[in-house]
């Protein structure tokens, strides 16, 4: 007890109360109507609708910034103190602020801390005396405050009056009378109060099957890289993230500290092989996408090489490659992408020198569907880390044996939902009409999980497995990622638990067979179908595009590192991390799409700068191709419908690499003149290469058509002329056959043919 109350002083400042207690208030007089929720991310508020549909009226911001202790021991402080800042966001002026702490009764079972976790409940048991932190707060004013009040009581009205151990809902209240108002509550926030003993009392017997804690602590980001070669990132957040004071420079160093803990043999780390992927790459030098020359490349690189250093001889878990959305991508029927987000295990051991745990998953919110499932099985996957929630109706919390098929039984190790839906704030993201609720900008606290820890393994003498998860993309800072370890090796070093391997449940023969319950929040979650169908269609033009390749020879490239990164750029955009945010998934296919182009970009018809002059009707069209591939592409061209042109069929042609090539099309011209012929370059497959070509064409000959037309015309002409003959010829017979009947003997003149 004394180890956990040493850890616990650690992690938060003891400070004297400012401010004196205030007249009592049997209520809240005209307070809002409204329950407060969970306080998840460090007791900060935000304002959600009063009513549906409506938008409440905000007066005040709430920041509670410390609060000391964080469980309740018998070693401990007969006090406990919050300290932080009061805000005016409203648009008037507010006096006479009063704060008080209130409780509610202790939780007793899992189902009402779990309901307490999820929901407000009620914290109004008992109400102190009020106490004054300001009396008078103007518009966008801020006010540090600290309040420190009695456990037991006794005669100080602001006591909380707390006398048993348990779990205890307790609740900032804070009240106040903006201009033109009354009095009334102006901001609310609950968190849960763990009490393991009280005071000066005897510190509880540590029970005889404690706890089994496993600790899975993940090392995640959002997909970032743009190209490499050179390196290109859409931002330099991750710069500030591996630096000093940055998220994931903060999870490195907690991770460090879990390591030589009690803690320790039970800790394993969760990495995204792409985020390793892309602090390599930073590690080398990079751009940022119109910005210039990125600013983290030491950072990355000692960021990488401490890391290498940790995991050596240590359990490490490779999450799905860029920590693809396996559910959404089971969906759109894109095994060949959910193979290649398995494929992260080999990242991990080439980029840290250490061997993942081969055969196992951990899905994205630790879910999946009996379709994924089978998928994932006929992939090599043979173990699963998955949510509660996941095999929803199965009791317990150890693993279970999942059947995906007669002779691939799967092994699944559950994460306790108790514990890590309240390091996740899994409240923050269900809003509840008419509360105020923490900001999804401040970072994370893990009171409500110390409570819910604190439950398992000092109020449940079970043994069972509590296996903790933070969440993927954990934004808690240094001093609640402290506070929560401090905390979890204070409960192992007073026996009320154990740490457990991770290897350990997966090779123990599971007790229970269990079957899969795909939660609707979460498949209304997932990457969506529209997304997932664009990117498989640009799957199949990438997979297309390699069929068309060839490598040149030994010493070249070799056409699986030109197509690679753009599988991977489709794979980023089915993120996980993009899991409720459909505009960005879209950005993110955006990236890969204008990657896909480019390299098509790279193989195309050469304009002539003067028209092309063809002699005569079966003249073919000369074309200069380039290639600016270092691999052989095989291409055909196809010449778009003209009038007067008739484009005989193409054949395969193959350019070699970084060359160009001059061919001649074969074509029937049917006129003479000027006109424009487009052109394509395709695969045999068809995907276009390159833009479309114009060329201007000349032809001086006559195609077979006008040739035909002239010689009927020329027939005809003669056929004519020589009936004009034949008729003059028959006139010209006809007169000389005629007597003449005048005496004189002269022929009369002739006259003119009427015919």
Known sequence: MKRLLAALAAAGVLVVTTGTPAQAAPSDGER?????????????TRALSGQPGQQ???????DVEEMTPRVITADGPETITIAGQVVNVSDRTIKDIELRLERGDPLTSEDEVRKALREPTDAEVVQPYFTRIADRLDRNESKPFTLTVPLRGGADPTALRISEPGIYPILANINGVPDYGGRARLAALSTLLPVLAMPGGTPPPAPANPAKITLLWPLADRPRLVSTGPTVLTDDELAGSVAMGGRLYGLLKAYESALTSPLGAGVCLAVDPDLLRTVAAMGEGYEVRGQGAGKGANEAGLWLAQLRLLVAGRCVIALPDADADLVALSRAQLTELSGLALNGADVVRQILGVQPTQGLTWPEDGVLDEQTLASLTTQGVTSLVIDQSAVAGTPGTGPVRLDAAADRPVTAVRVDGMVSDALRGAAATRPVAGVTTPSETRPVSVQNALAALTFRAGFQDTGQNVVIAPPRRWNAPTGELRTLLQTTNALIDDRFAAPAALGSLLEATPQQQAMLSYPVESGAR???????????????????????????????????????????????????????????????????????????????????????????????????????????????????????????????IELPARGDRLVRIPVEVQRSGRFPVHVRLVTPSGVEL???????????????????????????????????????????????????????????PERSSTS
Do not use: H
């Open 690 to 748: 390159g833009g479309r070509a114009r060329l201007e064409v000349s032809s001086s000959a006559y195609g077979t058509i006008t040739v035909v037309i002239t010689c009927l015309a020329g027939a005809a002409l003669v056929l004519l002329s020589a009936r004009r003959i034949y008729r003059r010829l028959r006139a010209a017979k006809a007169a000389a056959a005629q007597v003449p009947d005048d005496a004189s003997g002269v022929t009369p």
């Open 526 to 652: 997932e990457v969506p179908p529209t997304v997932t169908a664009a990117i498989g269609e640009s799957w199949r033009r990438v997979q297309q595009l390699s069929d068309a390749m060839r490598q040149e020879d030994a010493a070249s490239t070799d056409p699986g590192d030109l197509v690679g990164p753009l599988r991977l750029d489709l794979l980023r955009a089915a993120s996980g991390a993009w899991r409720g945010d459909e505009d960005e998934a879209r950005a993110s296919l955006a990236i890969g799409r204008a990657r896909i182009d480019e390299l098509q970009s790279q193989v195309s018809v050469t304009e002539p700068n003067s028209p092309i002059l063809l002699g005569s009707g079966d003249s073919p069209i000369p074309l200069s191709i380039k290639n600016r591939l270092d691999v052989r592409v095989t291409v055909r061209i196809v010449i778009e419908d003209t009038p007067g042109i008739v484009a005989q069929e193409s054949t395969n």
């Open 32 to 44: 809002l109507p409204v329950r407060p929720a969970p306080a998840t991310q460090v007791w900060s």
């Open 56 to 62: 409440s009226q905000v007066f005040l911001r709430l």
